[in-house]
């Protein structure tokens, strides 16, 4: 569906590394061995309890880090029309950081919203058999999956113009935050996805994505237990959820949200 988060990828030098820590602070399965893709890369997915996939793991090569790549999450949109998206893209500020090109599983490039943020636009092939197979890695609820899809950046209400320009999105309300101004709530298609704030500490623009589990405390305590680091401290957000952030043994961030 146009619009909707349809895959999270981990970019990490380490995947077996990734496998021991996500196992143990999310519950995911990740395989010792990839698969390569035709761009040359080793590829795993990211199997959930249910027998679900959470999305995949790339591994970054030396190359793929000395040309500047990094570990960490990044978000997959879905559109029709991944050249359009791009030329909308481009006119309204952002920037593309890998062409679009034509893989087994879609038509997909990677770009940049107009302070830095990555994510992929992808119009994806169904799998065999399966013409109305339907993305399931993003839920309101459900454990195992992404929750929530958060941005920060520098301008709060420019990005919020960009997405929902691109997108469709809504922007439902938005949230007082005092000086750092409104927590803008983005919807799809009715359904709330995530939030676009104002960062306060000038790092560098992007998405979080929060994984659910089924106890927050509980994964909370394997982050540093293995290997991981709390960056910002487990705290209750309005609706009962409890949420923190924090960085993988690699340096990718992400986020949990849950109940205890």
């Known amino acids: 569906m146009a619009g909707q988060f349809i895959w999270y990828e981990l970019m990490t030098p380490d995947p077996l590394g990734a496998a021991a820590f996500y196992g143990a602070v999310v519950g995911w399965t990740i395989p010792g061995i990839g698969h390569d893709m035709p761009t040359g890369a080793n590829y795993r997915m990211i199997g959930r309890p249910d027998g679900g996939n959470a999305g995949g793991v790339l591994q970054l090569t030396p190359a793929m880090l000395d040309h500047g790549a990094r570990p960490l999450w990044i978000g997959y949109v879905e559109t029709p029309d991944v050249a359009a998206s791009i030329a909308q893209v481009i006119a309204a500020g952002g920037s593309v950081l890998m062409p679009e090109q034509e893989l087994p599983a879609g038509r997909m490039a990677m770009v940049s919203d107009p302070f830095g943020a990555p994510f992929y636009l992808m119009d994806p092939t169904p799998p065999p058999g399966q013409p109305d197979a339907v993305s399931d890695v993003f839920s309101e609820t459900a454990t195992h999956r992404c ?42 298609n009715g359904v709330p996805i995530g939030g676009i704030y104002r960062s306060a500490d000038g790092g560098s623009p992007g998405w979080t994505f929060y994984f659910r589990v089924p106890d927050i405390h509980a994964a909370t305590a394997a982050i540093p237990a293995h290997g991981g680091t709390v960056t910002h401290e487990l705290h209750e957000v309005p609706g009962g959820d409890w949420t923190v952030m924090a960085t993988d043994p690699q340096g990718a961030a992400f986020a949990l949200v849950g109940r205890p």
């Open 147 to 188: 929750g929530w899809n958060e941005l920060a950046c520098p301008d709060a209400e420019a990005a919020l113009g960009f997405y929902t320009g691109l997108l469709g999105w809504e922007s439902p309300s938005a949230m007082d935050m005092g000086p750092l101004g409104q927590y803008h709530f983005i919807g799809h």
